[in-house]
């Protein structure tokens, strides 16, 4: 800095610099925030406007009573304990099969390791949608549910059940490779200790390694428990009864035959994004991008 | 390492030279392993099997029948594929599928790139700043779509009251089949934004201190230290971030559901969508899956397309 300011008057025409470019720096972020800001907000004032006065005009009293009139008009209650269900045992179900995987698939000897990961690395660019059809005729001919015998015909199997609406999300491709990815990076020589002092095999897996890769759990857990939370295709074509539909159809459905009471709809979709947000709030001191653009090279 | 676990095998089978104990030993410990790591890995490779790649195989044998749900699927080759193939409407649903993923990603990657190069530097409430950019990528399709159609509603919509309180007349955003596919890519760019602004985030704190202090000695101003110093360090993860976002973007459904219900007239219908309405209206699953094997064929080989090119960029 002293090379390129050898004079005091230019000196203090490069802190002027500095500082106005600082202030066109502030200037700028604070427009790039307010862009998100202004309609958050915006949907907070309308939330809290009372019924019979327009959306977008300052509320005359603060109408928290939409909150409650927002669960009383369709089965929001319901609804909200379907995608609850629904997303907590994806989420589980999901961290639990790719810690197992990709801890196998780092550090075990399994057979045909190779082919497994090249096949879970080809299916990351595979989009879900293509899959829809065929579940949707793989869920209606599961075996012995919903009126099917054996081979499944007969009845209508899981369609329009919980288990049913659980089935795209219950594993992930890319989870498991995270989760090697997390495993592979830990040292082997932890197993081959606890090997000697006596430690099975699934103990060293949940007791020594699972316990140290805890930050990837919780991005694995909080991707499991959103692609479950927000899905709206797959609901939409295996619900057929308003009793299992999921937050985010029940809000469509409300949507089609309400489209102009805006506070009520928007006071549903503060309450639906509450629990996602809170979650990505919480994780986002482990959320690193390194670790999602990690798992890919 | 092994050593104490062979003594013990040792003591058990009694006397035999060391290394024959040692290599039983490790046999032994292989054997486990190995039986553990199928235990560990089966489970989920069988739920992959059922949830993944069962349906690729069954769209595909699908996609060569004439299949209502009512009665057995009735083989009929390729009569599908030249149907869509001949269709005007599914011409159109490519091109607004292809049309609605590149101007995204065309743009959003520039403003993302921007706008963590903006948040990378120190700024007062900057972390607060960065926070509101990055929530509505936690929130669904369903909810920001629903906002979205708050904002732009002709009438009542706070945009488009502000444009007439200027005198101007209000554009119909979502009616308006100039408007409409815009109106969804400006609202997906707005929503997804935050989601790859974080991870290029990352990328540019990994950009060595030194190498960019060492250009800016040797005079090389801020868009030069961009181009030649930031650029190349996180060309890998701006690939990565491109390819991740353009395919996410072939899929486009919901936004399109919600809000014009892929009108008007089909300005805003992409492949998922005719797919969807060719199984679930038409209830023509033979059609509908060889529209999913097209999905999938295209999304593979823009996959590759776009990784060979970024990577030929790369290395030159």
Not at chain 2, 88 to 105: C, G
């Amino acid at each position: 800095m002293t090379t390129t300011a050898p004079g005091k008057s230019s000196r203090a025409v490069f802190r002027w610099r500095k500082i106005a470019s600082s202030a066109t720096l502030h200037a700028i972020a604070l427009l790039v925030a307010a862009l998100y800001a202004v309609p958050m907000a915006y949907v907070v004032l309308v939330a809290l406007t009372p019924d019979g006065e327009a959306p977008g005009t300052w509320p005359s009293h603060a109408a928290f009573g939409t909150f409650v009139d927002a669960f009383r008009s369709a089965d929001f209650l319901r609804f909200f304990i379907n995608s609850a269900l629904v997303s907590v045992f994806c989420t589980v179900l999901q961290v639990i099969l790719s810690c197992a995987a990709g801890y196998a698939l780092a550090m075990l000897p399994v057979r045909g390791r190779t082919l497994i990961l090249l096949l879970l690395l080809a299916l990351l660019v595979v989009p879900a949608e293509v899959a829809i059809v065929p579940l949707f005729v793989m869920v209606s001919h599961f075996p012995l549910t919903g009126g099917n015998d054996l081979f499944g015909f007969g009845g209508h199997g899981l369609l329009n059940t919980l288990p049913g609406i659980m089935v795209p999300h219950i594993v992930s491709a890319l989870a498991i490779v995270m989760m090697r990815q997390f495993y592979a990076a830990l040292p082997r020589e932890l197993g081959d200790a606890a090997r000697i002092d006596g430690l099975g095999e699934i103990g060293i897996f949940a007791l020594v390694y699972t316990p140290l890769v805890k930050p990837a759990i919780a991005i694995v857990a909080v991707f499991a428990f959103q692609s479950a939370w927000n899905d709206f295709i797959w609901p939409l074509v295996v619900t057929q009864s308003n009793d299992m539909r999921t937050l985010q159809l029940g809000l469509t459905v409300f949507f089609q035959e309400n489209s102009t009471q805006w506070n009520l709809l928007m006071a549903a979709v503060l309450v639906i994004s509450f629990p996602i947000i809170i979650l990505f709030l919480l994780v986002q001191r482990v959320f690193n991008g390194n670790a999602l653009s990690g798992a890919l090279k | 390492m092994l050593d104490d676990a062979a003594a013990r095998v040792g003591k058990r089978t009694g006397a035999r030279p060391a290394h024959a104990v040692r290599q039983r030993a490790r046999a032994g410990i292989e054997r486990t392993e190995r039986r553990a790591g199928v235990a560990l890995v089966s489970p989920a490779v069988a739920a992959i099997v059922l949830t993944s790649i069962a349906p690729l195989v069954l769209a595909f044998g699908f996609s060569l029948t004439d299949y209502n749900l009512l009665q057995p699927p009735r083989w009929v080759g390729l009569r599908n594929y030249v149907g869509i193939l001949g269709d005007p409407v599914f011409w159109k649903a490519l091109e607004n599928t292809l049309a609605f993923a590149f101007s995204q990603v065309a743009i959003g990657i520039v403003v993302a790139v921007l706008v963590a190069l903006l948040f990378n530097g120190w700024l007062y409430g900057g972390a607060l700043m960065r926070t509101f950019v990055y929530l509505p990528q936690a929130a669904s399709y369903v909810v920001i779509a629903l906002v979205w159609t708050m904002l732009l509603d002709p009438m009542t919509g706070p945009i488009n009251r502000m444009l007439t309180a200027g005198g101007g007349s209000p554009v119909y955003f979502l009616s308006d089949p100039a408007w409409a596919m815009a109106s969804i890519v400006v609202m997906s760019m707005w929503r997804n934004l935050g989601y790859f602004m974080i991870i290029i985030l990352a990328a540019l704190k990994s950009v060595p201190d030194e190498l960019l202090e060492a250009a800016a000695i040797d005079g090389a101003g801020p868009i030069r230290r961009f181009f030649y110093v930031t650029l190349p360090t996180i060309r890998g993860v701006l690939s990565f971030v491109a390819i991740t976002w353009f395919l996410g973007a072939l899929q486009m459904f919901t936004q399109a559901y919600v809000m014009t219900g892929g009108g008007p007239v089909n300005a805003t219908r992409t492949v998922v969508y005719l797919m969807y309405d060719e199984a679930f209206t038409n209830l023509n699953i033979g059609a509908a899956s060889a529209m999913a094997v097209m999905l999938f064929l295209l999304v593979v080989a823009l996959s590759l397309i776009l990784r060979l090119v970024l990577r030929r960029k790369e290395e030159s």
